[in-house]
């Protein structure tokens, strides 16, 4: 069984939800992967010069709450300025009452955990974090550049420069967690970010292991443990935790669903990452180890090089099918080097991965010819390369062209995590069910859910201005209406009610009426009373408006940055409604 060691570090969140930097600055000039650099300026600016000096205890009053910048599964993060030192942070907050109820509360801690105990320039850092009756915040490195999917899309797939480069930086940060005894879990260009400064920050530890012992380095000049690793002398700790008793505190004051039966499922379920980027050894016998972020590596490198996922079904199960037959196909035209490179990583025997603590660890994986003249010591020192597509087309042999598997297929917009593989595994037909379509629809950008380009229309005559993919939600939101009742406008919105922001699917209905559904789970949410009286107001520039009633004020963001929409048709369903 999959189970996951907690460990206690020191620089956890103190009890009391107090401000709690992170005691990155005990090693601010440490060695970490055996290269012997100060931290200190490596950090992405604009971050802040020391971290750990940071007297005062932060609140969320303490910062400027700006846009946005992602929704994870446990909440949404937004862009922070810190009143004092202006200076810019991710800040992630949580809600408790939606960690105790989705039992994420184990894998929050983890993620904090992991969070604390790095200190790699290609890991996003903690700073703070802290607590409200509602929520917790963790105030994070900012990367403002999105994600290394979102640069491979701009230009299709690296080239070899380009390549070589950003799969250093994220072998230099693996290769930091392993010596941690970390495992990540689900490695994708997703969960790395990128600084301003074009650096990648790999993220998303939720699905992280810590493991009983660290990976021990290999006996290499170049591979001491960093100063942070001192943590893996505390002592293991399965049963309380700082956050635990914070949630459990919380519980107390909502509806108390953080029975100890769900807590322990939980915690006996094992997160399996994405189907496409996880190991064949994950799908036969539910096994982890670090082995099986070398295979996630290998999958990125393909990626990168090619533009395409190298194991893509158009279902979870068929993906899952094709990892377990180890079926990859390369490009015609591959460098050879680069091809050795993601064969000796994609390779079915966990310990017989190039970079596996039993095939020569880290030291073998930096010497194999596709880093030859590259200079590991200089990694942080040189910029990183412009982003640019190799100048030779990637070619496929026609045969073997999957348009599942291509980065510009809309199925790969976005890959999502899943839990468990079991009845993934045994059940096809389920799996069809659930496959990546329907997730990625349900859960993804809001590239993929552009409401209709008409308003004020009928849409469920599915117009022709309609795609296809806008006629199945329109289908799917259906349910939400009465007989008679049509849709005069839907379409995703941040809807902000005091530090909780929620992604809802907000719809005017000819009714009218303005219904609000949660659009993962397709479930009803609320209803804004309508009246007569009902202001909608644009504010600002960057997709914010406001639905004002006689007895509430509704403050919501336009996901597609279209918020005039929203006014000019629910003004115009007031005016109807008038006449
Ligand atoms: N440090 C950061 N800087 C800038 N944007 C961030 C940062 N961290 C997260 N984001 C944005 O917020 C989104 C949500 O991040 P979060 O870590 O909560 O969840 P996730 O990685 O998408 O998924 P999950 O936690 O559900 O597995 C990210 O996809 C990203 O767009």
Known sequence: ??????????????????????????????????????????????????????????????????????????????????????????????????????NKIKYVQIEKEIFCKCNHPNIVKLFFTFRSDACLYYVLELCSQGDLL????????????????????????????????????DLKPENILMSADMHIKITDFGTGKIMDKPQLTQTNSSSSLSDSTSTSNTTPNTSTGNLEQMVDQASASTDG????????????????????????????????????????????LYQLTTGRLPFRGKTEFLTFQKVSN?????????????????????????????????????????????????????????????????????????????LSSSLSSPLSNSTNSVNTLSPLITSPSNSSSNNLISNTTSSGSSSNLKPPTTTNNNINNNSNNTS??????????????????????????????????????????????????DPKKMEFRGEIPWSNQIKPEVKGNSGNFVI????????????????????????????????
């Open 1 to 102: 069984m999959d189970t996951i060691p907690i460990i206690t570090t020191s620089n956890v969140d103190s009890g009391g939800g107090e401000t709690s930097p992170n005691s990155l600055g005990t090693s601010s000039s440490s060695s970490y992967s055996g290269q012997n650099i100060s931290i200190t300026p490596l950090i992405a600016s604009p971050t802040p010069s020391s971290p750990t000096v940071q007297p005062k205890k932060k609140s969320i009053d303490d910062f400027v709450i700006g846009k946005v910048l992602g929704e994870g599964s446990y909440g949404a993060v937004v862009l922070g300025t810190d009143k004092e030192t202006q200076v810019q942070y991710a800040i992630k907050i949580l809600e408790k009452k939606h960690i105790i109820k989705e």
């Open 150 to 185: 979102h640069q491979l899309k701009k230009v299709g797939s690296f080239d070899a420069d380009c390549t070589r480069y950003y799969i250093a930086e994220i072998i230099s940060a693996v290769e930091h967690l392993h010596q941690l005894g970390i495992v990540h879990r």
């Open 257 to 300: 669903t953080a029975n100890p039966q769900q807590l322990q499922k939980t915690r006996a379920n094992s997160f399996v990452g994405t189907a496409e980027y996880v190991s064949p050894e994950l799908i036969s016998n539910k096994e982890t180890s670090t082995d099986s972020d070398l295979w996630a590596l290998g999958c990125i």
């Open 326 to 402: 180890r079926d990859l196909v390369y490009p015609t035209n591959i460098n050879p080097v680069t091809k050795d490179l993601i064969g000796k990583l994609l390779v079915m025997k966990p310990s017989d991965r190039l970079g596996s603590l039993s095939n020569g660890g880290f030291s073998e994986l930096k010497k194999h010819e596709f880093f030859q003249g590259f200079d590991w010591d200089q990694l942080y020192k040189m910029p990183p390369p412009p982003i640019q597509a190799p100048k030779e087309k990637i070619v496929f042999d026609d045969s073997s062209l999957d």
């Open 468 to 517: 296809t993919n806008n006629n199945a939600i329109v289908e799917k939101l259906n349910k939400f209406l009465n007989a008679g009742e049509t849709i005069l406008e839907q379409g995703l919105v941040w809807k902000r009610k005091g530090f909780s922001i929620k992604k809802r699917h907000l719809i005017l209905t000819s009714t009218p009426r303005l219904i609000y559904v």
């Open 548 to 579: 004002q009633t006689p007895k509430r004020k509704y403050n919501m963001e336009d996901l597609d940055h279209n918020p005039q929409k929203w006014v000019d048709s629910i003004t115009n369903a007031i005016n109807n409604i008038k006449i």
